[in-house]
């Protein structure tokens, strides 16, 4: 009879969230829980919450919701959870609620309402702890919370400061990920670039050898290790330039993921932002003649609070110069606490849309052409599965899961999911690219 406590568990929100997660599921497990993947099989179930925006809320409070009816024991953890008493206002029963980045205080929760087992199966915790990502790439978290204040965000009210996590522990993570089949870290935070700066970039430990705590001395470690290596919210302050050599020699993937949300310098005021456009735009020239393949991703924000058509054909005239391979683009809306919240000059809801679709169809036409231009290029995957008809999708070293492009990789049903393979590209469109076995 097997006597093994088992968790359920929910998983809401972005790949922040995804790590706390896997933290906690790796370390129940460590305490012997069982992890199940139904209501009914769970004895009690931890619902990981987001807060950033109302969607995200109410969709954290139903998934709540869902949980209390389908199991009834339930423990709430993440962004929402650090949002006063909104959770217990609407569900009075849940056991426990912390914010995020809370694994102590979830354990201790677990620990009162479903006691640990006597006997722990550490043995069957795989070395690289729990991953809910595919076992080929994983998301490295090096720091919690942000010391920025940007207008339009709540991140610093609800995790805090910035706090780094000691590098010589970030590296042993990434090493025993490396070790356990992970062929690609990436490299989060909410602030990249700002990577010691709360701890003043003190030297700490790896394997021995002293490393300072700060990206670049960081980036060059983790190139070390033989993965392929992508950099998330990088911030372009002047030490980001050190990273671009790393990249020109391939020890980095040549890619960086640099939120610029605006180029209009009236607006990049009013929503605080740590950043200059005039002065991207000379950085980003200036990588790209030392990288000429790097591929460069960034979010953008339209309609925010007293942004005129001037500031926003500014940010499309920034656009057409800058030639970012790949663009987010939301449109604003506020969130719940945040300070833009009492910026006057809203823009109404039919110019936020209007503005954000020419804004992607611009996009539309400089991603095509980029993406054209690799027609007839040798390119490297990294096979990440085969659709239900039979198409390998995979993914190049210009492509982050999730938010960008795929390579289809046509006639290569055989090609194994994980492991990295070389591709012809024979066509591209707006977003992908079509490619055959080389
Ligand atoms: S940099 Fe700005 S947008 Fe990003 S987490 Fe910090 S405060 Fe929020």
């Not at 003649?289 to 499309?316: A, K, M």
Request: hydrophobic content about 40%.
């Amino acid at each position: 009879m097997n006597h093994e406590p088992k968790i359920g568990f929910v998983s809401l929100g972005c790949p922040k969230a995804l790590v706390d997660s896997e933290q906690i599921l790796t370390r129940l497990r460590a305490e012997g829980y069982g992890v199940v993947p139904t209501y009914e099989a769970a004895d009690l179930v931890v619902v990981n919450t987001c807060g950033f925006i109302d969607a995200a809320v109410t969709e954290s409070l139903e998934a709540i919701g869902e949980a209390l009816a389908e199991n009834g024991k339930v423990i709430v953890t993440g962004c929402l959870g650090a949002k006063g008493s909104v959770v217990r206002d609407l569900h009075p029963s849940v056991l426990a609620v912390t914010g995020p980045h809370a694994c102590e205080d979830v354990l201790a929760a677990v620990h009162t309402h479903l006691p640990r087992p006597h006997d722990p199966f550490l043995d069957l915790l795989p070395p690289q702890g729990i991953k809910l990502t595919p076992r080929h790439y994983a998301y490295l978290k090096i720091s919690e919370g942000c010391n920025h204040r940007c207008a339009f965000c709540v991140i610093p009210q609800l995790r805090g400061d910035l706090v780094s996590r000691p590098v010589g522990e970030v590296l042993q993570e990434a090493e025993i990920l490396v070790r356990s089949g992970v062929k690609e870290l990436l490299i989060i935070s909410q602030d990249t670039s700002a990577y010691g700066v709360d701890v003043r970039y003190r030297t700490g430990f790896w394997n021995g050898r002293p490393l300072k705590t700060h990206l670049t001395a960081l980036a060059a470690a983790l190139a070390g290790l033989g993965a392929w290596v992508r950099l998330h919210y990088v911030y372009p302050y002047p030490h980001v330039d050190e990273l671009i050599p790393l990249m020109a020699e391939n020890k980095l993937l040549p890619y960086l993921d640099v939120p610029l949300q605006h180029a209009s310098p009236r607006i990049l005021k009013a929503m605080r932002r740590p950043a200059n456009a005039g002065s991207a735009l000379e950085r980003i020239r200036r990588w790209r003649e030392i990288c000429p393949d790097l591929t460069l991703r960034s979010t953008f924000i339209v309609g925010f609070p007293g942004e005129t058509e001037q500031d926003f054909t500014r940010l499309l005239e920034f656009l057409a110069e800058a030639e970012l391979d790949r663009v987010g683009c939301f449109s604003y809306s506020p969130v719940e606490g945040a300070p833009a919240n009492q910026l006057p000059d809203p823009v109404p809801e039919e110019v936020k849309q209007e503005r954000q679709a020419r804004l992607m169809a611009l996009q539309a036409t400089i991603s095509a052409r980029r993406l054209k231009e690799k027609i007839g290029r040798i390119l490297t995957v990294l096979v990440d599965c085969i659709d239900e008809e039979g198409d390998v999708i995979g993914r190049s070293t210009a492509d982050a899961p999730e938010i960008d492009g795929v390579v289809y990789i046509q006639k290569a049903a055989n090609l194994p999911v994980g492991e990295f393979a070389k591709v012809r590209v024979v066509d591209a469109d707006e977003h992908d690219l079509y490619a055959e076995r080389f």
